[in-house]
Each structure stands twice: as C-alpha cells, then as structure tokens.
C-alpha cells in the first residue's frame, strides 16, 4: 500500500480510514501475530514506509504503533521473540 487513500482490500461496503488501512497492511506485511510483537519503533519505521503520504505527527505514528501491538506489548510484557537466523548461531 503505498497510497494511504487506496481502497479497502476487505471489499464490500465497510468504509476504512486511511490510518486503519495503513495499521491493516503494516501489521500483515510485518507477520504481526501474538506470538510476533515487534518493538514499537520498528513499527512506527515501518508506518511511515507505508503511508508514503504527508508526513504523520509523532504523536499520530506512535498511537497507531501502539494501537497495533497487543496490550502486554504495550507494557513490555510481551515475550521476546528470537529470530529464527539469531536462534542458530
């Protein structure tokens, strides 16, 4: 998605804002899953990769990064997750 405005890729009649379809194709391009909660600043980096429109506040990136990480995330709660390249070496 490189244009904020673009449409709905869940079809029908159900409206989205450009923020919830840019938090929808950042969360499935990065393979965000319970069990894969990245930190919040790469999340926020990969916001403004994809909304590739006028510039976002700061304060705007990192409520939708929040938004998008589980709540536990968002406490640091969140189990730390080795990538599978780091687990063999």
């Known amino acids: 998605m490189t244009q904020p405005h ?6 029908g009649d159900q409206y989205l804002s450009p923020y919830l379809r840019v938090m929808l194709a950042v969360s499935a391009k990065m393979g965000i899953t319970a069990a894969n909660q990245p930190k919040k600043s790469v999340v926020v980096e990969e916001i403004r990769r994809v909304w590739g429109g006028d510039s976002l506040s700061a304060k705007l990136l990192e409520t939708m990064a929040t938004l ?6 968002q406490r640091g709660r969140a189990k730390k997750i080795i990538p599978p390249n780091k687990a063999l070496g």
């Open 6 to 11: 673009g449409t709905s890729s869940l079809g």
């Open 68 to 73: 998008i990480r589980d709540p536990e995330s």
